[in-house]
Structure formats: structure tokens, C-alpha cells
């Protein structure tokens, strides 16, 4: 297969791959800001118990760190499709509940150009939404109690571009360039009880903006006697500066079969956490 009809292909898929969002069941604290933050680790940083800032790897890509993608194997393309499942339990003294999901989580492509650069691209989860909490309330000036419903759902993607440097030996730089888009969708509802009719109010939120990490990363090889049996150290560090999305808010209100829509006062403005990361990685031979 030639390199332009693996590109293609690889195209198709990250199209298909749009809706990609690896979502956290039931959790309360996505009820916040973007929702929570996805790890963003591949299988190999899964299997290295979520670490991966300072590895290198020929046969898997590093998103942890954009210096990484030198790691790719000389004259190879390398594509990846990640899926999780998630079984969750929660309980209390008078009753429990279970729940489960499987989805796709991730798509990424990364390509070797040259022995000074390297690049990859895909589509990864930033955040996700997703709670329903019961609660109850009552009419003002009346003895009559309803239920209360509020539920979230949604969450935020990310397609990126990154590119990795070798600008010294055994030093290697790089930056992921991403668009940050997606929906949020948070309902409160109350449920008709007795004269009370009941109500739901609707506030769809859009989100977008772009987005640059950086990485760098230094390796020594301490070469042993025979081929195979040195030592690699590797130190890497990565940053992202905190980021101001842009967020357009549509506000519903619906009573008796009637929708109206509500004006927004002042929102609070949200953000990308700054990051910064280091690590540390020891390789003995292979």
C-alpha cells in the first residue's frame, strides 16, 4: 500500500471519528466548567499505569508529549483507534445501582518524515458531561412538594496536529496546534404535582477554541559492551498555558407545551487549566 492511499484512508477514518467522546458515566464533578478532563493517555500510557512524558516508543504514539513522535519507527506510518469500558456501582444504605458503557475513545495517525521530524494527527476527548441528580423542593406559600431533575450531558473534543523536532542529538522538541469543540447540554426539570404544572429549563452551550501544548524531551545513552545492553535516560517536560474558551449559551424555559427563550446575564467565562508535567524514564537494552 502507497503512502497516498494510506493518508487517505486515514483521513477517512478521523472523519468518521468526529463524534468520538469518551465519556464518564454518572460523575458529579463534570457538572463543572467543561466537565472532567479526559486523561488523553493511549494504550501504551494505559499500560504504563498513565505515564508516558519521558517514553519513546517505535510501535505506538505518545500523545502525553508532542517531542515524543521522533520515537515513530524510520519510514513508518503508524495509526491507532482506542476504546474503553467502564462498570461503575453505587450505593447506599437503602438501595443500589449499576451501570456500563463501551465507546470509542480515540483515533491518532503519526508519520515519519525525516530524522529531524516527525508528525501525527487524530482526534482525541477533551472532556465530558454527564450526572443526573434527584432532589426535591416545594411551592412557595403552599404544602405542595415536587421532584426536581437535573441532568448534563456532552462534553468536548479535540482534533489535533503536532509535530516533533531533533534540533541537538538526543534532544528533540515539539507542539500539538489543536481545535477544541463541542455541546453541553444541562436541563433542570420539575415534575407537575397537584395545582403545579411543572416546568424545565434548557440551557444548550457550545464551546470552541484553539489551542497549542509544547513538549521537550533529552535523552543519554550510556552504550554497555555488547549491542542491546546500554542504558537510555530520558527526561521530558511538557506545558500548556491556560486558555479562555468561546462559549455561545442558548436558555430555554418550557411551561405548559410552551417554549420561551430567556436572555443571558453575565457568564462566567471558561478556561483550560494550565499544565505542566515532567518526566523521568530509565531503559535498560531492549
Given amino acids: ?16 471519528a468526529g463524534s468520538l467522546n469518551a465519556q464518564v458515566k454518572n460523575s458529579i464533578y463534570s457538572m463543572f466548567g467543561v466537565g472532567q478532563l479526559s486523561d488523553n493517555s493511549f494504550g501504551i500510557n494505559k499500560s ?23 520515537g515513530i519507527l524510520p519510514n513508518s506510518f503508524n ?11 453505587s450505593e447506599n444504605a437503602n438501595a443500589s445501582q449499576t451501570d456500563g458503557d463501551i465507546k470509542f475513545s480515540y483515533f491518532s495517525a503519526g508519520y515519519y518524515c525525516t530524522e529531524w521530524w516527525a508528525l501525527s494527527f487524530g482526534i482525541v476527548p477533551f472532556s465530558s458531561v454527564d ?19 437535573f441532568k448534563g450531558t456532552g462534553g468536548l473534543n479535540r482534533i489535533y496536529f503536532g509535530n516533533s523536532f531533533n534540533i541537538y542529538e538526543g534532544l528533540s522538541i515539539g507542539f500539538n496546534a489543536s481545535y477544541i469543540f463541542g455541546h453541553i447540554t444541562q436541563t433542570e426539570t420539575a415534575s407537575s404535582s397537584g ?14 477554541s484553539l489551542y497549542l501544548d509544547y513538549g521537550i524531551q533529552y535523552s543519554i545513552i ?18 500548556g498555558a491556560s486558555k479562555k474558551l468561546n462559549t455561545t ?8 407545551g410552551e417554549t420561551n427563550p430567556l436572555e443571558q446575564g453575565k457568564q462566567f467565562d471558561i478556561k483550560i487549566p494550565q499544565k505542566l508535567g515532567l518526566g523521568i524514564s530509565i531503559k535498560k537494552g531492549n
Avoid: H
Fill in 48 to 70: 504504563l499505569g498513565g505515564t508516558g512524558i519521558a517514553f519513546q516508543s517505535g510501535r505506538s504514539i505518545n500523545y502525553l508529549n508532542p517531542a515524543s513522535y521522533l
Fill in 79 to 89: 495509526m491507532e483507534l482506542g476504546a474503553y469500558g467502564i462498570y461503575s456501582k
Fill in 249 to 256: 449559551d442558548d436558555l430555554e424555559f418550557i411551561y405548559n
Fill in 222 to 239: 550510556n552504550n554497555g559492551p555488547d549491542k542491546g545492553t546500554g542504558w537510555l535516560y530520558t527526561i521530558g517536560l511538557t506545558y
Fill in 131 to 149: 450526572y443526573v441528580i434527584n432532589s426535591n423542593d416545594e411551592v412557595s406559600g403552599e404544602l405542595t412538594s415536587f421532584g426536581k431533575k
Fill in 195 to 208: 395545582s403545579f404544572s411543572g416546568y424545565e429549563l434548557k440551557n444548550e452551550r457550545s464551546a470552541q
Fill in 1 to 16: 500500500m502507497n503512502k497516498k492511499n494510506i493518508f487517505i484512508r486515514a483521513i477517512i477514518v478521523l472523519i468518521f
